[in-house]
């Protein structure tokens, strides 16, 4: 099992970033894919989640309206629309998977996830 993050870089305030995870060893359909983010000196934190069976979704109350999670069965990749990007969205971004996706495992921070990708740098500055 692996995942693969991309697309992060630097962008203004109030700019956009997609960020990729591309997954291998297992399929989207049937695993749950999460999005995580850690800035400097502080917790992670879970953003969203996209479950596999009816692709509910799950934001953070810091992200939510701002962000979209989608996913590309055929890719095998899921995807992460970052709008009106914040400087308080810096932070390295990870992707993971783990059985226990998504809302209640988000909502309960238990973010202890089976596998987790290389994170992408995300920072927003001017």
């Known amino acids: 099992v692996q995942l693969q993050a991309s697309g992060g870089g630097l962008v203004q305030p109030g700019g956009s970033l997609r960020l990729s995870c591309r997954a291998s060893?297992?399929?989207?359909?049937?695993?749950?894919v999460g999005w995580f983010r850690q800035a400097p000196g502080k917790e992670r934190e879970g953003v969203s989640c996209?479950?596999?069976?009816?692709?509910?979704?799950y934001y953070s109350d810091s992200v939510k309206g701002r962000f979209t999670i989608s996913r590309d069965i055929a890719k095998n990749t899921v995807y992460l629309q970052m709008n009106s990007l914040k400087p308080e969205d810096t932070a390295v971004y990870y992707c993971?998977?783990?059985?226990?996706?998504?809302?209640?495992?988000?909502?309960?921070?238990?973010?202890?996830?089976?596998?987790w990708g290389e994170g992408t740098q995300v920072t927003v500055s001017s």
């Open positions: 993971a998977t783990d059985p226990t996706l998504c809302r209640a495992t988000m909502r309960s921070r238990r973010y202890g996830m089976a596998y």
């Open positions: 060893g297992f399929s989207l359909e049937f695993n749950a």
């Open positions: 996209i479950s596999s069976s009816d692709e509910s979704t």
